[in-house]
């Protein structure tokens, strides 16, 4: 087996460098970093998880909670975090936080303490003060995607920005029938995503002087299917809608659908716009707001890094959103 004295000669240096380089603790310059990892490599040497456990107190290793493991957003951003925690040596450990009361209280309460890890990233699961409280008792740095709790340090997008954004990219084309598909009916307050993005829609309109009904906001639960059936009620109506905003792309792909099967054309009859920027948006040709999903995952490991390099307390900060204008919008017939 080789050991860290032959990773030392190999790259020419002494063995507290070779361990100041590997375990990311101390002062190694770049180039001696290099240096060492690449020698390290040549070799097949592997650090000990144990042994470096013991020595540095750290356990290279990252748990993420996550609402659901097979939604295409959840995927992206975990993407983001491995490709920039990989790198460094850390591995990741998911942890499923569902609804239900007694599995969460598991994660939080147990699996979490036995699995032992140096950080975790919450992304997209709202946890009430005893949550919270459970995982600040850990004594890790925890960092946030979206807004899931006040006591959180977290990395937001201004979801009542980017619904105002979509909507008034279809306001300035000149609808004034615009339609929103998502959760109209909010819980958590200001913490709620879905409730935001309502909330943005509502206020464009009401900016461009343009009263929203009731009957205008159609429920659905962010899924292609969810959007279909939404997107079908409002288009069965008389006075059906001639844009609609829909606060998931997969939504918006289904509100496409329900509008071809009708014989509407999209964008001459209807004009539809989401928020995600998800890799199919280019495919139906859909224009909506990317939120640049791998790159938050990015964003957030490169946060836990810089904590867990300086110790210094996480700072919150806000992500970057971008409207994409395709063919799906274009003026009223």
């Known amino acids: 087996m080789v050991g860290i004295d032959e990773v030392a000669r190999r790259a020419g240096v002494s063995t507290a460098t070779v361990s100041r380089a590997l375990s990311g603790r101390g002062t190694v310059s770049a180039a001696t970093r290099a240096r060492v990892l690449a020698a390290a490599d040549e070799l097949g040497y592997v650090v000990s998880a144990a042994a470096s456990s013991l020595a540095t107190g750290r356990t290279r290793n990252v748990g ?13 951003v975990l993407s983001g975090i491995a490709t920039r925690l990989s790198p460094e040596g850390y591995d990741l450990t998911l942890y499923n936080l569902p609804d239900a009361h007694a599995p969460r209280r598991d994660v939080l309460a147990r699996s979490l303490r036995r699995n032992r890890v140096d950080a975790v990233i919450a992304l997209s699961v709202f946890l009430d003060d005893e949550e919270v409280a459970e995982l600040q008792r850990l004594g890790k740095p925890v ?7 006040p006591q959180l340090v977290a990395l937001t997008v201004d979801d009542r920005a980017v619904a105002r954004l979509a909507t008034a990219h279809l306001l300035e084309l000149g609808h004034t029938a615009v339609a929103h598909i998502g ?20 206020q464009a309109m009401t900016d461009a002087g343009i009263p929203v009904h009731g009957d205008l906001l159609e429920p659905a639960d962010f899924t292609i299917d969810g959007g279909y059936r939404a997107a079908g009620r409002l288009l069965d109506r008389a006075d059906r809608p001639t844009a ?21 054309r ?61 063919n799906s919008t274009a003026r009223p017939a």
């Open 266 to 326: 999209v964008p001459e009859d209807l004009s539809v716009v989401g928020v995600d920027g998800h890799e199919m948006s280019g495919f139906f040709a859909l224009t909506t707001v990317d939120q640049f999903p791998h790159a938050q995952g990015e964003r957030a490991a490169e946060a836990v890094l810089a904590v867990l390099r300086s110790g210094d307390a996480p700072e919150p900060a806000s992500l970057a959103f971008e409207l994409v204008v395709r």
């Open 244 to 264: 609609i905003f829909a606060a998931s792309d997969e939504m918006a792909f289904g509100a496409i659908f329900a509008a071809r099967e009708r014989g509407l």
């Open 183 to 202: 959760e109209s009916r909010g819980r958590h307050g200001e913490v709620h995503v879905p409730t935001l993005r309502r909330r943005g829609f509502e």
């Open 143 to 149: 960092i946030a995607i979206g807004r899931q709790s």
């Open 64 to 76: 993420v909670l996550v609402p659901l493991l097979d939604r295409w957003f959840y995927a992206q």
